[in-house]
């Protein structure tokens, strides 16, 4: 068992650490609301603002148990993989950074569960006390504490980033409850504004904070696209800058329209704010598992090796392998010609070869039918083929053949068996994403032969989409060559991305007034069409 964990260590911690900062996250927005924005003041009204601070505390109380539940997860698979691979006993765990952090954390969560639970009386001063030291008991195990160069800056600048998350992104969920629990126009208003400014100073000290660490941590322009760390942050900031769209359009309803208008068109906004903030939130904890750029000078993919990786050329659509071995003497073959090499001119094995070769064509066939289904999407959009509706059969060919032909040493076709493939990330991951394709196929068929758009079953693609997209930008490669790992980050990143855009967008056309839908109804077949191509020009030599 511990073996395994060790095996599975990197995505294991990965996911622990984004449920870490989501719930953590989700504390610090809930204190945030209760304690002020949803605090009762003229013109609400008193009984929908109790309504409503029984159900966030309610919100708040389960945020903490979650966030103690991951905490006790974590502080095992860290603890039990420190264990197997260093060979020392529990005691020696103990004084470990980790172990105190998380320690710290789990006994602050239990406190805010309690506190959340019945002791709402010391709320006003025990909450922010508890914030602080869970704020301070993060940053410990954070990129900053680390650094021996400017640690008091890095360190502040870290703590206001988590805080403004929190207060910002965590409290989002809080304020979707809220407007669903107010039974009153004048109340739904009230908090709408007083979240909004108190979100508007938090995306100020977050762009601000964020774009001085960016400047920090990853050093030069040539880290942005040269290093997987450099390559989330972009990714990171392109997420908040669709949040900040969104929180543009969400002011400007508040400011320019009246308050019965506004209303139904605002909470189906922020439903897709909070979906896409969880998924920044995600990215962020996949930083922290890659160092910073700046401390990748000697594995830095220049900007010619990026263009000679990434320069279109035409799909690889057949088998052409090349003979790994000389069947007259039965020893490797020698090269004849011009050797494929990787990214720092390294010659590379008949048997590497073949392996991109089959990695190449897999991306490429994937990438065509998913170009299909976003051709076919936009067709059917139009109403002049009906018959294009039936695009998400080709989901069902993809999920085959990412099991038939992504992994092919393993169960069904290849000798590795069902568990050793499960304990393999990589695998683990690739199936998971079959089965997301399944979900995506079975249940955008349902609603298009149903013609349901309201029915719930509708909200399951947009809303496996958006996973999808999550697992790929968390998705973890076994490759120890750091620079041909960044490549690849580089090209499954804009993937994940368009992939979290395009299922917020069909949420919004599904979740919108009819007359608000059409242009999140042309943006997610965009995506799809822009996902595909970047999977058709993919390429590992």
């Keep these: 068992m511990l073996l395994k964990l060790v095996d599975l260590f990197s995505f294991v911690s990965v996911v622990l650490r984004a449920g870490t900062l989501v719930f953590q996250s989700a504390l610090l927005g809930g204190a945030m609301f209760v304690l002020w924005t949803a605090r009762y003041a003229p013109p609400a009204s008193e009984h929908s603002i109790a309504r409503v601070q029984a159900s966030s505390w309610k919100l708040l109380r389960s945020s903490a148990v979650a966030l103690a539940i991951v905490q006790i997860l974590y502080l095992y698979v860290d603890s039990a993989v420190l264990m197997v691979s260093a060979d020392i006993p529990f005691r020696g765990v103990v004084g470990a950074n980790f172990f105190l952090s998380g320690t710290i954390v789990l006994v602050a969560a239990l406190f805010t569960a309690l506190i959340a639970g019945g002791g709402k009386k010391v709320a006003s001063w025990a909450l922010p006390a508890l914030v602080l030291v869970i704020m301070c008991a993060s940053v410990m195990t954070s990129h900053a504490a680390s650094r021996l160069e400017q640690r008091p800056l890095l360190i502040t600048l870290s703590s206001v980033h988590e805080l403004a998350t929190g207060f910002w992104i965590g409290g989002l969920p809080f304020l979707v409850l809220g407007l669903f629990r107010a039974q009153d126009l004048d109340t739904r208003w009230y908090i709408t504004e007083r979240f909004s400014r108190m979100a508007v100073l938090s995306v100020g000290a977050l762009a601000a904070s964020g774009l001085v660490m960016s400047i920090l941590y990853i050093g030069s322009w040539g880290g942005i696209l040269g290093?997987?760390?450099?390559?989330?942050?972009?990714?990171?900031?392109?997420?908040?800058?669709?949040?900040?769209?969104?929180?543009?359009?969400?002011?400007?309803?508040?400011?320019?329209?009246?308050?019965?208008?506004?209303?139904?068109?605002?909470?189906?906004?922020?439903?897709?704010?909070?979906?896409?903030?969880?998924?920044?939130?995600?990215?962020?904890?996949?930083?922290?598992?890659?160092?910073?750029?700046?401390?990748?000078?000697?594995?830095?993919?220049?900007?010619?090796?990026?263009?000679?990786?990434?320069?279109?050329?035409?799909?690889?659509?057949?088998?052409?392998?090349?003979?790994e071995t000389d069947p007259k003497v039965g020893k490797p073959m020698q090269p004849s010609g011009p050797q494929a090499v990787n990214v720092d001119g390294i010659p590379l094995?008949?048997?590497?070869?073949?392996?991109?070769?089959?990695?190449?064509?897999?991306?490429?066939?994937?990438?065509?039918?998913?170009?299909?289904?976003?051709?076919?999407?936009?067709?059917?959009?139009?109403?002049?083929?009906?018959?294009?509706?039936?695009?998400?059969?080709?989901?069902?060919?993809?999920?085959?053949?990412?099991?038939?032909?992504?992994?092919?040493?393993?169960?069904?076709?290849?000798?590795?068996?069902?568990?050793?493939?499960?304990?393999?990330?990589?695998?683990?991951?690739?199936?998971?994403?079959a089965l997301v394709c399944v979900g995506f196929a079975v249940f955008e068929l349902r609603v298009r032969k149903l013609k349901k758009e309201k029915d719930r079953w509708a909200l399951v693609f947009p809303l496996m989409c958006a996973l999808g997209g999550a697992v790929l930008l968390t998705h973890q490669h076994a490759i120890t060559n750091v620079k041909e790992g960044s490549l690849i980050e580089l090209s499954h990143v804009p993937m994940g991305v368009l992939a979290v855009f395009a299922g917020w967008a069909r949420w919004l056309e599904l979740r919108l007034p009819e007359e608000n839908r059409a242009l999140p109804s042309w943006i997610w077949p965009v995506c799809f069409i822009l996902i595909g191509a970047v999977l058709m020009n993919y390429r590992e030599m």
């Design 227 to 323: 290093t997987a760390y450099g390559t989330m942050v972009l990714a990171k900031a392109t997420m908040l800058g669709a949040l900040l769209v969104l929180g543009g359009l969400n002011f400007r309803l508040l400011r320019d329209f009246p308050k019965d208008r506004v209303m139904p068109r605002l909470r189906r906004l922020i439903e897709a704010e909070v979906g896409i903030g969880i998924t920044v939130i995600l990215t962020a904890a996949s930083l922290t598992s890659q160092p910073p750029a700046v401390d990748q000078v000697n594995d830095t993919v220049t900007l010619a090796q990026v263009w000679q990786r990434f320069k279109p050329e035409v799909p690889r659509l057949a088998y052409r392998f090349i003979p």
């Design 349 to 433: 094995t008949p048997k590497l070869i073949n392996n991109s070769i089959q990695s190449e064509l897999n991306h490429h066939w994937m990438g065509l039918a998913v170009l299909a289904m976003g051709l076919l999407a936009l067709l059917a959009r139009t109403g002049k083929a009906p018959w294009a509706e039936y695009w998400p059969l080709l989901l069902i060919g993809i999920a085959v053949f990412i099991v038939l032909g992504g992994d092919t040493e393993c169960w069904p076709v290849g000798w590795k068996g069902v568990g050793a493939c499960f304990a393999d990330p990589e695998v683990f991951q690739h199936r998971m994403a």
